[in-house]
Nanobody, 124 residues
C-alpha cells in the first residue's frame, strides 16, 4: 500500500492542525493505521493508532486529550487532528499501515508501510 501524508505547516502554540494520509494500492481496511513523529536529533516516536474499523484508538500520554486519530474507509484516508499544539510537537509526522497489531500497536516494527512524512512546526 502507498501512503501520502499531507497537511503539515507552521502554526503557533495553542493552534490546531489536521494531518491527512491517503492510501492507495491495496484494500485500506486490511490495515490498522498509525502516526509517528520524529523531531530533530531524536528517535521516531509513536503518536496514535486506529483499528481497521476505526472503533479502537490508542495514544501515548504525551498527546492524549489533544490529538485525535480517525479514519474514513470510504475515502481510504486516515486523519490526525492535533489541538493545543506545543513547541515540543514540532517534528516530521509519518503515517504508517500495519496488517496486525500482534507485535505491539505502538512499535515501529509493527508497521509495514510508511508515508513520506509531513513537517509540523509549532513556534511563536
Amino acid at each position: 500500500v502507498q501512503l501520502q501524508a499531507s497537511g503539515g505547516g507552521l502554526v503557533q502554540p495553542g493552534d490546531s492542525l489536521r494531518l491527512s494520509c491517503a492510501a492507495s494500492g491495496r484494500a485500506f481496511t486490511n490495515y490498522a493505521m498509525g502516526w509517528f513523529r520524529q523531531a530533530p536529533g531524536k528517535e521516531r516516536e509513536f503518536v496514535a493508532t486506529v483499528s481497521w474499523t476505526g472503533a479502537s484508538t490508542y495514544y501515548p500520554d504525551s498527546v492524549k486529550g489533544r490529538f485525535t486519530i480517525s479514519r474514513d474507509n470510504a475515502r481510504n484516508t486516515v486523519y490526525l487532528q492535533m489541538n493545543s499544539l506545543k513547541p515540543e510537537d514540532t517534528a516530521v509526522y509519518y503515517c504508517a499501515a500495519a496488517s496486525s497489531w500482534n507485535r505491539g500497536r505502538d512499535l515501529e516494527s509493527t508497521y509495514e508501510y510508511w508515508g513520506q512524512g509531513t513537517q509540523v512546526t509549532v513556534s511563536s
